[in-house]
C-alpha cells in the first residue's frame, strides 16, 4: 500500500534526481535501496557508511556504534560533512533514517538545508519485522525499541517528514514494506515513472 502526499502548487515532475528514502532503523531500506539501484541509473548512497568513512579518515572511530557514541556536536560536524560531499551529486537513492531518536528527543537527520530532495520516500515496515531483522543484524548492535517507542517514531518520522515536505516544495511517498518483493516493485515504479505513482 502506498500513501502520496504533494501540493499542486509545487509538485515536482520526474526523473528524480535526488531521491531520500528515510525510515526508523530495521525499516528495510538499505535493502530496498541496494536492489534498486542494481536495476536503475539511480546510485545507493548510504548516509551512515559515508559519515563512518569520514570519521574513519579522521581517526574518530572504526564501527558505527563508536561512530554514534561520539560527542553530538563531533557527529554533527560528521554528518555535515557528508552533507557537503553528497549535495552535488545526481541520480542517487539517499538512504538515511530521516529523525533520528535521542534520549534527550528527536531531531531530524535529513540535512535540509544543504541536500534538497526533488521526494522523500517513507519505508514503513510492521513492527515484528522490524524486530527480526535488528535482530538478524548483530554487526550493527541496535537498541531493539519497546513497540511503544517505535510507534512513537514512526509517527514522528512521519510529520517531521510531512514538514520537510512542505517546506521544500517536494513530493512525499510512503511505502509499506510488508513483503519486500511488492514494495521493490513499487520503488522501482516510482524511479522509472510509472503513471499509478
Same mark, same amino acid.
Given at each position: 500500500m502506498?500513501?502520496?502526499?504533494? &501540493? !499542486?502548487?509545487?509538485?515536482?515532475?520526474?526523473?528524480?534526481?535526488?531521491?531520500?528514502?528515510?525510515?526508523?532503523?530495521?525499516?528495510? /531500506? +538499505?535493502? &530496498?535501496?541496494?536492489?534498486?539501484? %542494481?536495476?536503475?541509473? #539511480? !546510485?545507493?548512497?548510504? @548516509?551512515?557508511?559515508?559519515?563512518? *568513512? =569520514?570519521?574513519?579518515?579522521?581517526?574518530?572511530? +572504526?564501527?558505527?556504534?563508536?561512530?554514534?557514541?561520539?560527542?553530538?556536536?563531533?557527529?554533527?560536524? =560528521?554528518? %555535515?560533512? +557528508?552533507?557537503? !560531499?553528497?549535495?552535488? /551529486? /545526481?541520480?542517487?537513492? &539517499?538512504?538515511?533514517?530521516?529523525?533520528?531518536?535521542?534520549?534527550?528527543? #528527536?531531531?531530524?537527520?535529513?540535512?535540509?538545508?544543504?541536500?534538497?530532495?526533488? $521526494? $522523500? =520516500?517513507?519505508? *514503513?515496515?510492521? @513492527?515484528?519485522?522490524? =524486530?527480526h531483522?535488528?535482530?538478524?543484524?548483530?554487526?550493527?548492535?541496535?537498541?531493539?525499541?519497546?513497540?511503544?517507542?517505535?510507534?512513537?517514531?514512526? /509517527?514522528?518520522?512521519?510529520?517531521?517528514?510531512?514538514?520537510?515536505?512542505?517546506?521544500?516544495?517536494?513530493?512525499? $511517498?510512503?511505502?509499506?514494506? @510488508?513483503?519486500?518483493?511488492?514494495?521493490?516493485?513499487?520503488?522501482e515504479?516510482?524511479?522509472?515513472?510509472k503513471?499509478? #505513482?
Open positions: 502506498c500513501w502520496k502526499v504533494s &501540493l !499542486q502548487v509545487v509538485f515536482k515532475m520526474r526523473p528524480w534526481e535526488r531521491v531520500a528514502v528515510v525510515g526508523v532503523p530495521g525499516a528495510g /531500506k +538499505t535493502s &530496498l535501496c541496494t536492489a534498486a539501484s %542494481e536495476n536503475s541509473k #539511480y !546510485q545507493h548512497v548510504n @548516509y551512515g557508511r559515508v559519515m563512518l *568513512e =569520514i570519521a574513519q579518515n579522521r581517526g574518530l572511530a +572504526t564501527t558505527l556504534p563508536e561512530m554514534f557514541s561520539l560527542d553530538l556536536t563531533i557527529q554533527h560536524g =560528521i554528518w %555535515e560533512k +557528508t552533507a557537503l !560531499q553528497i549535495k552535488d /551529486k /545526481k541520480n542517487i537513492l &539517499l538512504d538515511l533514517h530521516g529523525l533520528d531518536h535521542f534520549r534527550e528527543g #528527536y531531531l531530524i537527520s535529513l540535512p535540509l538545508n544543504i541536500i534538497r530532495p526533488d $521526494i $522523500i =520516500i517513507i519505508i *514503513e515496515s510492521a @513492527y515484528e519485522d522490524i =524486530i531483522r535488528i535482530r538478524a543484524d548483530p554487526m550493527k548492535k541496535r537498541i531493539i525499541p519497546g513497540q511503544k517507542t517505535h510507534n512513537e517514531h514512526v /509517527k514522528m518520522l512521519r510529520l517531521a517528514m510531512i514538514s520537510a515536505s512542505a517546506c521544500l516544495g517536494c513530493n512525499l $511517498i510512503i511505502l509499506n514494506n @510488508y513483503d519486500f518483493e511488492t514494495c521493490l516493485t513499487e520503488l515504479s516510482i524511479l522509472v515513472n503513471s499509478d #505513482y
